[in-house]
């Protein structure tokens, strides 16, 4: 668990990468870089669901920049899709090497709701620590704070909390690096 | 543990097969893919799943026809199909030949993790209910004994262990525990399952009754005796003789026990020639034998022969927690008897039950449910169709202003509140029943 490369495809703000940042820190105790990356999301955008593929998105980030040691997660903020469901937030290869997450439907202004900027940054951290969480090879978890259970909309990553439940913290400890 | 539910996908295109793999894995289930229904049906030749989650439109065989075959092989196997196509057609076609459900393509995520979380509870109960019978899974005939507390599996695991011999056996336990049933399903799984077992249950009979019975008579052997009749030591050759409260026979029986015993022969009563049996004695008493023969009121040469193996049938006290299916099982059982539909029980009122001592075991317990699908709306078993049941565990005796009001209520729910119906019923007219219905504040549920 040595190194967290995390690649931006979009404008994110400062405060929201420094947030991102020391958090998957504690959650991985990983060291973490940064980069901006470039890829025209045009070619994988779907114009009959209006929607980018994350199937494809995931593989061409692994490929071109999946880094060799840890892992590798690529941050959108493009409404995602994959071809058996609507929508989804993020995509990870379960103990693969590369995720990917988006905050495209994670802001309250989606729903109709009043902006909540703090909202929305915890809802990313906590997508992108899930995310990650896969690449480590954890499965989804029932435990109703823990970061890994599964969650299809907004309201259910708010009632989870950001961290690993005891029992998937001891899997993500237990795993060989 | 729960065990972990596989998942078979079968789909023509590769990104939809990809999808559903990461998706499921994610969720902890085990995930094979076929790419088409033949890969598919070969796939399901030599290994379980669960759940088949399968598109319906495949070039070769489509997933209408995998459906109808896989259901030909296994009928309780769960078959989800998916469609691009939202047709009400290819669904409710699907459904009719057996799917457990569909979904439409592009799924919403919660749609479909609610369906296989769907599933996978009916695999679960299937299971459950799987294990409630796992101790009997390996006897046979034994559908009424019921239960599967500790103190049961003991029982069951006795009979599979004394079932394959013809050693004698004691059955033990409290009256209304269920030892004829034990008895049964010793015979039931004994090699002498295709030949008779004859119960005689001792206490019901007079000394002499009780010996033409076992022995059976010739033609005149006493008054009465028109005809040659074969006894139950006879009718149970090559099978099983249940001898039901052998506490109670007298000494000259006892003698005469221990003699067919040792030489697996007798002469019927009246005749002069013997006749050998060959049979299998099981003994039941709701007594302590040993005491009783320590008090010499019981042949002590006859308990050590009749008493190779003693099997101690536990009150339904000491298993509570088989109440629960108990209670399901006589529903079922008055329900399908009374040609009616079968109602669940109140968890009010099954906890009251739970909380019960039972002196009359399952006896009683079998009354009690009948009695309240009697009583009952027909609807549901409450709190109130048990009046019996107290709260304080005290006293079971009800006053009679109790009783009344709980019979004016049972006719008035049974006549559906007609009052003049109800009235009639109960033999009162209708002033002196409204008089009682504001007395005790009855109350129609509308
Ligand atoms: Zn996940
Ligand atoms: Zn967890």
């Not at chain 2, 894995?25 to 890969?39: F, H, N, P, T």
Request: proline fraction near 3%; charged fraction near 30%; hydrophobic fraction near 40%.
């Amino acid at each position: 668990m040595d190194e967290i490369a995390m690649i931006s495809f979009g404008y994110f703000e400062k405060q929201l990468l420094d947030a991102v940042t020391m958090r998957t820190e504690q959650a991985f105790s990983a060291r973490i870089s940064w980069k901006e990356g470039f890829l025209d999301l045009g070619d994988y955008y779907d114009p009959s669901r209006r929607q980018y593929d994350g199937n494809r998105i995931l593989k061409v980030i692994d490929e071109r920049f999946g880094v060799s040691k840890g892992k590798t997660i690529g941050l959108l903020s493009i409404d995602l899709f994959i071809p058996i469901l609507t929508f989804i937030y993020g995509q990870a290869f379960l103990n693969g090497r590369s995720c990917i997450a988006s905050n495209y439907r994670l802001s309250n202004e989606r729903y109709g709701l009043l902006p909540d900027e703090t909202l929305m940054h915890n809802r990313f951290i906590k997508e992108i620590i899930h995310e990650l969480g896969h690449t480590y090879g954890l499965i989804h978890c029932s435990h109703p704070d823990c970061v890994m259970r599964s969650s299809t909309y907004v309201e259910d990553i708010d009632q989870k909390g950001e961290d690993f439940c005891p029992n998937c913290k001891s899997n993500l400890i237990h795993f060989p690096e | 543990m729960v065990k972990q539910i596989s998942i078979l996908i079968v789909d023509d295109e590769e990104s939809v097969r990809d999808s559903l793999f990461n998706w499921f894995i994610e969720d902890g289930y085990r995930v094979e893919c076929a790419e088409d229904a033949k890969q598919a049906l070969t796939r399901l030749e030599s290994s379980e799943f669960d759940i088949v989650l399968a598109d319906i439109k495949m070039p070769g065989m489509d997933g209408l026809e995998m459906l109808r075959r896989i259901k030909s092989l296994r009928k309780d196997s769960i078959v989800i199909v998916m469609t691009a196509f939202a047709t009400v057609d290819t669904a409710v076609q699907a459904l009719k030949d057996g799917a457990f459900d569909y979904v439409t393509k592009p799924f919403d995520p919660d749609d479909l993790s609610h369906l296989i979380r769907n599933a996978s509870k009916q695999i679960h109960l299937e299971d459950e209910n799987e294990t409630l019978k796992v101790h009997l899974s390996s006897l046979e005939n034994v559908e009424n004994l019921i239960g599967n507390s500790e103190a049961m599996r003991r029982v069951y695991g006795e009979i599979e262990r004394v079932a394959h011999s013809a050693a004698p056996v004691i059955i033990t336990g409290e009256s209304g525990t269920g030892k004829e049933l034990v008895a049964k399903a010793i015979h039931a799984n004994s090699p002498r399952k295709f030949f008779p077992m004859v119960s005689v249950h001792c206490g019901a009979l007079t000394e002499s009754l009780l010996e033409s019975e076992l022995f059976g008579h010739e033609k005149g052997a006493f008054t009465g005796a028109m005809y040659n009749r074969k006894g139950r030591f006879e009718m149970a050759d090559n099978g099983t003789i249940f001898l039901d409260e052998i506490a109670t026979i007298s000494t000259k029986m006892q003698v005469e026990l221990l003699r067919v015993l040792e030489t697996k022969s007798f002469m019927r009563v009246g005749g002069n020639r013997e006749i050998s049996s060959d049979f299998r004695v099981i003994c039941a008493t709701n007594k302590d034998l040993k005491s009783m023969v320590e008090a010499g009121s019981f042949r002590e040469d006859l308990y050590y022969r009749l008493n190779v193996v003693t099997i101690e049938v536990p009150p339904l006290r000491e298993r509570l927690e088989d109440v629960p299916v108990l209670v399901d099982f006589f529903i079922r059982k008055y329900c399908s008897a009374m040609n009616r539909t079968v109602i669940p029980i109140d968890d009010a009122a099954l906890i009251k039950l739970q909380d019960l001592t039972f002196p009359g075991n399952i006896r009683e317990l079998e009354n009690m449910i009948e009695r309240a699908l009697v009583v009952g709306n027909g609807k549901r078993i409450t709190v109130k169709d048990l009046p019996f049941i107290k709260d304080s565990q005290g006293s079971s005796v009800e006053s009679l202003d109790e009783l009344e009001k709980g019979h004016i209520l049972n006719i008035l729910i049974k006549y559906s509140w007609n009052i003049s119906a109800a009235a009639k019923a109960l033999k009162v007219d209708r002033v002196t029943l409204y008089n009682k219905i504001r007395k005790y504040d009855l109350k129609s549920p509308r």
